[in-house]
DNA sequence: GAAGATACGGAGGCACCCTCCGTTTAACAA
DNA sequence: TTGTTAAACGGAGGGTGCCTCCGTATCTTC
């Protein structure tokens, strides 16, 4: 299953760094051959058109045949499904992960949140399968292709914490919650109206999250949150 | 597809109803036949376990061969695997259902759908499959299988309506938001910790679509109107 | 007990999964 | 250029599951 033998292959965003063993000293950087290289980008390609179009349950012959490649080809560059989700929406992942970077810098840090979630839902919209595709992914446990769901754990993560040092938002909840039910939420998208629903839902989420200034006596620090608490939308 | 051609099956909770064709008049009510009530009794059983045990993905061949029936019988008795997991949950969904029914009649509207919300997580975590099923019924749109959807529909909608009427509630969220976020939410169970991070959700949740009264005491009474008034949909 | 309605079961055709391995091809060295 | 060899290719093949179809068995009714 290891495509090379004396040497492990390690893959980041877009390039492949291929580190010597110690083992055998056959040769010291030998170029990834050209064909290998090709048909990867293609059975990318081929995927997230499959994937888009027939949800993440797809065929994987129907993508290596989109691909003008041989199913064996797929396997050998992605050996499981997940692995070719997670490297079909890694640019997504990554691009809301920025959002978030940027996010940090915003004023009201309950509203940043809040509009990261409302552009992970844009993006949703967007992407069909990429929800689903995560949500398998994750669900299936599988602690390796963990990549997604931790870059955008720590992008929330960041968000949240800036927010709850701020003192505007409850300390008891995690990144992965918030993640989990983020996902959740727009599990079922494709229903007719998912879209505003999840709007709704987020909103009121977020008010959730909010240190409530009855329950807590002390907490009024936060008066800044009348505003929004106003009810928008 | 229809197993009796001159007449319709409707087929309520445990027991079947003959409703006689116009077209043909061979007989008035021909009794179910014994071996077919059994078996499908016993497919019944089987797919608890099996689905308990293996996800919804489980093969529907398996639960046959557990049945100790063929696999045409339990596709005659079940036509799509949404139809067995329908049958297979309806009792626990008529039970949460109930349960709906009975908090109604609690004082305070908004600790009664926390608590019934909290009963549905201890639901999903006993019954392992029901969740990711009736994620997967509803997920595929298929209408004819909104038996359970409606239901749980229904009885959120009775506890959310109770609360909006109470003004207790902010009015824009429907039944449907409501299940869609509860079900989100469970649908990643069977990872650690799940349980506790769904209960906290929850708990946000619930705390988000709560009024927020401001200046509480006072506000209270003149809130409903307000917010019933506020965002119709 | 016979007739006819109903249900049974599993073979069979199809689609997909994934592995294995003989063949091809690209990179490198001479 | 050519030879060598690691690396990649592709698809046959064995396995599993889905679902349908229809000859056979069984039940109800008269």
Known sequence: MQPCKGSARVQSNQFVIYIIGM?????????????????RERVLEAAKLVFNAGGPEASLEAVAKRAGVGIGTLYRHFPTREDLFEAVYRREV???????EQLKNAKDPVDAL?????????FVATKKGMVATL???V???SELHAFSFERLTTAIGSLLDRAITAGAMRADISPEDLLRAFFGMCYMH?????????????DVFVD???????????????KPAKATVKRKR
């Open 190 to 202: 494709d229903q007719p109206g998912w879209q505003a629903s999840v709007l709704r839902m987020l």
């Open 23 to 39: 083992d055998d000293h056959t040769d010291q950087t030998r170029k990834p051959r050209a064909d290998a290289v090709r048909n």
């Open 114 to 122: 809040r509009r990261w979630l409302r552009s992970g839902v844009e």
């Open 94 to 100: 990554e691009q809301l992960s920025e959002l978030a």
């Open 135 to 137: 949500a398998l992914a």
């Open 139 to 141: 669900q299936s446990g």
């Open 208 to 222: 959730g999250l909010r240190v409530q200034p009855i329950a807590k006596g002390k907490a009024l620090a936060a």
